[in-house]
């Protein structure tokens, strides 16, 4: 279940990437917000379907139109120097249409995904929302397997765009926007789909 890890510490960026260094393997995920350490155990079968299914659909679409390189957790989103983020997904700008320096940690985002999972629905939809408007990435998918549904956030938002149907991304410098049948996409993840 994620949760903080304690209500009375609050956690530095040192400490968090001290546990990170010292687990093994790549779950439990940490992440820092605000001081509050949130700790996810290692992703369903079923999540990690939907965040693949939506890469490979952004990765076709940002080789069409190159306004970013899209990422996939474990890998960190350096938001602010205080803060520790690992979002399921997120895109990073591209520079004039090529792929941006991996030797450096992403400090920009022009999305963030996170797909919802018991552990981590109150985290997602409002710890770590609430964060990444502060910080002004410019759109944030909450993704909900269960209601089939996606939340769409940008920064002030007080209330999310539900989509159940078409989902359209119209990223800054993009020649045309990105399109998602959203029925379609939750049909390709079910249990049961086929797999060509």
Not at 147 to 171: F, K, N, V, Y
Request: hydrophobic letters at 40%; glycine letters at 4%.
């Amino acid at each position: 279940m994620s949760m903080p890890a304690s209500h009375q510490h609050r956690w530095t960026r040192a400490e968090v990437e001290r546990l990170i260094d010292e687990r093994k393997g790549y779950t439990p995920r940490y992440e820092l917000v605000d001081g509050e350490l949130l700790v996810t155990p290692a992703p369903s079968r079923r999540h990690q379907r939907v965040i693949l299914e939506l890469a490979f659909a952004l990765r076709a679409y940002t080789t069409a139109q190159p306004v970013g390189e899209v990422v996939i957790s474990p890998c960190e989103l350096h938001l602010d120097p205080m803060d520790y983020y690992e979002p399921d997904l997120f895109v990073v700008p591209s520079i004039d249409g090529t792929f941006p320096s991996s030797e450096r940690p992403a400090e920009h985002a022009i999305l963030a995904c996170e797909v919802l999972s018991p552990s981590s629905s109150r985290h997602d939809r409002v710890t770590k929302r609430r964060a990444y408007q502060a910080l002004g990435v410019p759109d944030y998918w909450v993704v909900d397997p269960d209601a089939e549904a996606i939340e769409i956030w940008h920064p002030g938002d007080d209330r999310a765009a539900l989509i159940d149907d078409r989902l359209i991304w119209a990223p800054a410098r993009a020649n045309a926007p990105f399109v998602l049948d959203v029925r379609g996409f939750f049909a390709r993840v079910a249990d049961g789909a086929p797999l060509a």
